[in-house]
């Protein structure tokens, strides 16, 4: 029998105090992801759906941001993990290598993922392009400067 609908889950990539004022990679736009990863994770607590957050923590010697154990390596306050939800750390631009995230999507049935992270040109593209090619239906959620912002792939 054929199911009905595919399960979702939300990846909040890199959303760390880094990124924000004060932060060692200070963005302009980072605000402004902030409030729609914000969104994003209200709607899909509210619909108790899978939220993964994506941490990347930097393992090279001499790095200069998202030093583990640093305040910057963090993810930001508004969007921070509530107890119970995952949180997969990465030390690359994907997500998926070197981490469990396609294992846990696999045991979770995910086949739908909406993204929502910093970098859109470097981390979320990797991501989105290894979960087209390992068969997932992606959807990406850019900063409100985009001229569309929402891209499905």
Do not use: W
């Amino acid at each position: 029998m054929k199911r009905k609908y595919t399960k979702s889950a939300l990846l909040l990539i890199d959303i760390q105090n880094d990124y924000f004022y004060k932060g060692k990679m200070e963005l302009s736009e980072s605000y402004e992801i902030a409030s729609i990863a914000k969104k994003m994770l209200h709607d899909f607590r509210k619909k108790r759906k899978t939220v993964i957050h994506i941490q990347h923590i930097a393992l090279h010697k001499g790095a200069s941001f998202f030093v583990s154990g640093t305040h910057g390596a963090q993810i930001y306050e508004e969007v921070a993990p509530l107890e119970g939800e995952t949180i997969i750390i990465k030390n690359t631009t994907n997500s998926f290598s070197g981490t469990d995230l396609f294992d846990y999507l696999n045991t979770k049935k995910i086949e739908h993922l909406t993204i929502v992270g910093m970098m859109n040109n470097m981390l979320n593209d990797s991501t989105v392009r290894t979960a087209k090619d390992l068969g997932f239906k992606v959807e990406v959620v850019c900063n409100e400067y985009a001229s569309n912002n929402q891209f499905v792939f």
